[in-house]
């Protein structure tokens, strides 16, 4: 029984890894950020539009972050959302992944078809919203990173090299 938190930046490959981790150790897979791109999808918005519109709206980020934190609580369970390491304290393993932002806008331009300058302004504007947003709900600083116990830069290595990095983690937790 393991409880696995997976944080980092939009593109560095958190949903990816998230769902080749949870297959491997037959975990749960709860995906924040598939909730907020569906929550965006139903008000018809951009991700752009839908950050600024949960920065007046803050119970948004609330329930998301609740269900994290609700989850966490529970065994056999990977959590993947930008907040995950912070909303799971007990999480048997905290990992965020890294990448330098021009290598993230790269991976979301392929993944979304979308021209690589219209995804670096979202991509800037969806963090920044979501630094300003953390802070005040949460008196998180999302660039301390203190809380995790494995930090990994995506950029190093190949989609199955990170996921084998990751299962070793993982493996050694949960013994």
Do not use: C
Not at 50 to 60: A, G, K, N, T
Request: net charge negative; hydrophobic share 35%.
């Amino acid at each position: 029984m393991v409880t696995v938190a997976i944080s980092g930046l939009h593109g560095t490959g958190k949903t990816t890894a998230a769902e080749a981790l949870s297959e491997k150790f037959d975990l749960r897979h709860v995906s924040a950020g598939s909730v907020f791109r569906r929550l965006a999808k139903e008000k018809n918005m951009s991700l752009k539009e839908f950050s600024s519109y949960v920065e007046d709206h803050p119970e948004i980020d609330r329930k998301m972050d609740g269900k994290i934190a609700r989850e966490a609580e529970k065994d056999n369970v990977l959590l993947d959302a930008r907040l995950a390491g912070w909303m799971a304290k007990d999480a048997d393993i905290r990992i965020l992944l890294t990448a330098p932002l021009e290598k993230r806008v790269q991976r979301i331009s392929e993944r979304d078809g979308r021209p690589y300058e219209e995804v670096k302004e979202e991509t800037l504007a969806r963090e920044e919203s979501e630094k300003k947003r953390y802070r005040e709900l949460y008196d998180i600083d999302v660039n301390d990173h203190s809380v995790f116990d494995l930090i990994i830069n995506t950029e190093k290595f190949d989609q199955d090299q990170m996921i084998q990095l990751l299962e070793k983690a993982i493996k050694l937790v949960s013994e």
